[in-house]
């Protein structure tokens, strides 16, 4: 957990939780904070501040936060309330949905993608990142 320099825990936005190469999640993960993903995750990520995937990262499953950086390969439902950056390496299979997105020359994207304020929470909708509501099924999902 992260401390302030008077020893007392800090923000939970602060804390970055870290999966690292060669390592493999089977399950969701949560957190207030940050994901950074270099390892694998076969299961959902719901985070409050950001979801980094590193070039090596690999996501089966869906994706939700407020910011996203996407470098490796993601096979599920992507939302990122704020903002959504595809590097030049990223393979994304699955719907996407972000107020706004940066994608840069070489990225894949395989899927439907929303963009706008109404893609994350349009009339009628509660919005993509309210802790009580239950994490989607993937889209994929059979």
């Known amino acids: 957990m992260a401390r302030d320099r008077d020893g007392s825990p800090g923000p939970s936005d602060a804390v970055i939780s870290i999966i690292g190469p060669?390592?493999?999640?089977?399950?969701?993960?949560?957190?207030?904070?940050?994901?950074?993903?270099?390892?694998?995750?076969?299961?959902?990520?719901?985070?409050?501040?950001?979801?980094?995937?590193?070039?090596?990262?690999?996501?089966?499953?869906?994706?939700?936060?407020?910011?996203?950086?996407?470098?490796?390969h993601v096979d599920g439902r992507l939302v990122a309330a704020s903002r959504l950056e595809l590097q030049a390496t990223c393979t994304i299979e699955g719907e996407v949905q972000t107020r706004r997105m940066q994608l840069e020359e070489g990225a894949v994207l395989n899927g439907k993608v929303l963009m706008g304020a109404d893609a994350v929470s349009g009339p009628g909708k509660k919005g993509a990142l309210p802790a009580t509501d239950k994490v989607p099924e993937p889209a994929h999902a059979s």
Do not use: F, P
Request: charged share 25%; proline share 0%; glycine share 20%.
């Open 22 to 72: 060669g390592m493999t999640i089977i399950g969701d993960c949560q957190t207030d904070g940050t994901v950074r993903v270099e390892g694998s995750v076969e299961g959902s990520i719901r985070a409050g501040k950001a979801v980094v995937v590193g070039k090596d990262g690999r996501v089966s499953g869906d994706i939700i936060t407020q910011d996203a950086v996407i470098s490796g």
